[in-house]
């Protein structure tokens, strides 16, 4: 391994192959991309104000707008409606979300110059790499505080997985990130004032990752040093150091990665879970309930928006706020999409109001690597009932198949959901990437 992270990256989006990924990271891409699936497939407001303002209004809401423009402006479209989910797979260490960048841009990418489904899988595997390992240099809490990670990582993670996808060799790689490092962005006011720009910050950096492959291999330069250099983009964020101390770490990040069983933040999951499992033990009466208190990782209760008693009066605000998640799961009695469909609801805004977070000094300092939480509920007679965890499990194959089979069946039916999933099975070992993007396209 070089002492230098970035060379480091260079070298690895050049030289991965599918033939030489281990078995299980090859497996981990294809649950990401299933994943990643069943999410731009679930119509949003969102999604319909982006296809009518920059797409095909007439469009069909449900299928994915990669066969009907240019790569830049499909990738675009097609990240939109599965941010707008709240519920895309994340890189807890970086609070980033990796698949609703790297996938759009790749599969828009294949889809015109005819990719091989293995290429299709090494490139997303070399995203996640750059992605997460160049988040774990740059986020920290204060960073957090006012950029969003997905939007600053995500550009140059998807202009590493598209030069691979091309197959540049490590100049253009370097150029290509280096244009990519120019478009960083990202900021984080959003979830202050729960509005939708959110949407636009994996949708811009997949974007910005098509263009930057495209533009490099087509002999465009730009600075290697626009990422690494004393002007670069670690020197902005104060993360030069941090960068060369993880140079030589063991590689394949997306190991790491965690997909979310609710549709919210990710540091409302665990949580969530603990709240679902107070009411599968005890089935406790929201109505009697007097009081609240979440502990988490202080990471978590620092991330915008999740501090949040209310009122809540919008779905961005309940998808980000821990308490309005939790009180939505006592009054459902489960963790159900549509908790998060009525912000306004009234028995779930009283239990937020009377819901409390505490950063645990414990459970801080194993964060990143446990992102565990605990819940107590005070009820009126006196009664405490507690549940915690010590890390967030993420959702099973099995969990997230089904998730996706949810929301492919009205677009494709159950014979084309098959379809799909039967494609992405056999990715690695197809010449071409044209039968998955065949399966993909609309009825």
């Not at 950029?147 to 197959?167: E, I, K, N, Y």
């Not at 962005?185 to 720009?197: F, I, K, P, V």
């Not at 809540?312 to 308490?323: C, E, H, N, P």
Request: glycine residues 8%; charged residues 20%.
């Amino acid at each position: 391994m070089n002492d230098d992270l970035m060379d480091e990256l260079a070298d690895f989006c050049v030289a991965t192959t599918t033939e030489r990924l281990p078995r299980d990271v090859v497996g981990k891409a294809k649950l990401c991309l299933t994943d990643f699936l069943s999410a731009a497939l679930t119509p949003s407001a969102e999604a319909r104000i982006a296809l009518r303002a920059l797409g095909n209004p007439g469009a069909d809401l449900g299928a994915l707008p990669l066969f009907w423009t240019a790569a830049p402006t499909a990738a675009y479209l097609t990240s939109i409606p599965a941010a707008a989910t709240g519920r895309t797979d994340t890189h807890v260490e970086s609070s980033s979300h990796p698949g609703m960048v790297l996938f759009p841009a790749l599969l828009a990418l294949a889809e015109q110059t005819q990719a091989s489904g293995g290429r299709v899988l090494s490139a997303a595997v070399v995203g996640y790499e750059v992605m997460c390992r160049l988040g774990s240099a740059m986020i920290t809490p204060d960073v957090a505080a006012v950029f969003r990670p997905t939007g600053v990582l995500g550009p140059v993670a998807a202009a590493a997985a598209c030069a691979h996808l091309l197959a540049l060799d490590e100049a253009g790689t370097r150029a290509a990130l280096g244009m990519a490092a120019n478009a960083a962005c990202g900021l984080n006011h959003w979830a202050r004032a729960a509005t939708q720009e959110h949407v636009l910050h994996s949708a811009m950096a997949a974007r910005t990752g098509v263009e930057s492959a495209l533009l490099a291999a087509a002999g465009l330069t730009a600075s290697g040093g626009a990422v690494d250099g004393e002007a670069g983009l670690l020197a902005a964020f104060g993360a030069r150091d941090r960068a060369r101390l993880l140079a030589g770490r063991t590689p394949f990040a997306i190991r790491d990665i965690v997909h979310k069983p609710a549709p919210a933040c990710i540091y409302v999951q665990g949580p969530c879970q603990l709240a679902e499992e107070i009411v599968r033990r005890h089935s406790p009466d929201p109505a009697r309930v007097d009081s609240i208190v979440v502990e988490l990782a202080e990471h978590a209760v620092r991330y915008p928006g999740c501090d949040n008693s209310g009122p809540i009066a919008d779905v961005v605000a309940a998808q980000l706020s821990v308490q309005f998640s939790v009180a939505s799961v006592l009054v459902a009695g489960g963790i159900l999409d549509r908790n998060w469909r009525n912000p306004a609801d009234a028995g779930t805004n009283r239990l937020a109001a009377r819901t409390r977070l505490a950063a645990d000094p414990e459970l801080s300092a194993r964060f990143p690597a446990r992102n565990g939480s605990r819940v107590r509920v005070l009820l009126d007679d006196g009664r405490v009932l507690a549940a915690e965890q010590d890390s967030f499990p993420s959702m099973t194959a099995d969990e997230i198949v089904r998730r996706f089979r949810r929301a492919a069946d009205p677009v494709y039916g159950r014979a084309g959901s098959e379809a799909i999933l039967a494609s992405i099975d056999r990715l690695d070992r197809t010449s071409s990437a044209t039968g998955l993007l065949h399966a993909l396209q609309p009825r």
